[in-house]
């Protein structure tokens, strides 16, 4: 079993649905398979390559969510400050435009997997298991 690291969890709704994530050691945008027959999310996923300059964007601004989440955690931040610490809200705010609509897959160029997640010393691993695609 080959676990990749979760670099980023933008979505998440009874487990991560859309950030980044490695794919053989390699950054991908990962997003959940939305199944209009169960109006779900399942634990399939659509993996696209992402470009260097998107990643610094969402990498620096996921660092900026942690730093409020710990705070958060700490009580030192009220849930109304959320997902930025005061100091940090302009950036994130400049952070957010520059993303836009980016964080997606691709449509076209995008592989199909089947994601096992696992929690192992406060980090999110995910074994990805390629899966045929029935629609």
């Known amino acids: ?48 390559p992402i470009r260097p300059d998107l990643l610094a964007l969402v990498l620096e601004d996921w660092q900026i969510w942690l730093r409020w989440n710990a705070a958060y955690q700490r009580g030192e931040v009220s849930l109304e400050t959320h997902p930025a610490l005061p100091a940090e809200r302009d950036r994130h705010e400049i952070i957010e435009s520059l993303i836009g609509d980016q964080l997606k897959t691709d449509p076209i160029n995008h592989a199909y997997y089947r994601a096992h997640f696992s929690y192992l010393s406060g980090e999110i691993y995910v074994e990805w298991v390629v899966s045929p695609r029935c629609d």
């Open 1 to 48: 079993m080959i676990l990749d690291r979760i670099l980023t969890v933008n979505d998440y709704y009874d487990g991560p649905r859309l950030g980044v994530a490695e794919l053989n050691g390699v950054p991908h945008i990962y997003q959940a398979e939305h199944d209009h027959r169960t109006e779900a999310h399942g634990e399939h996923f659509f993996l696209s």
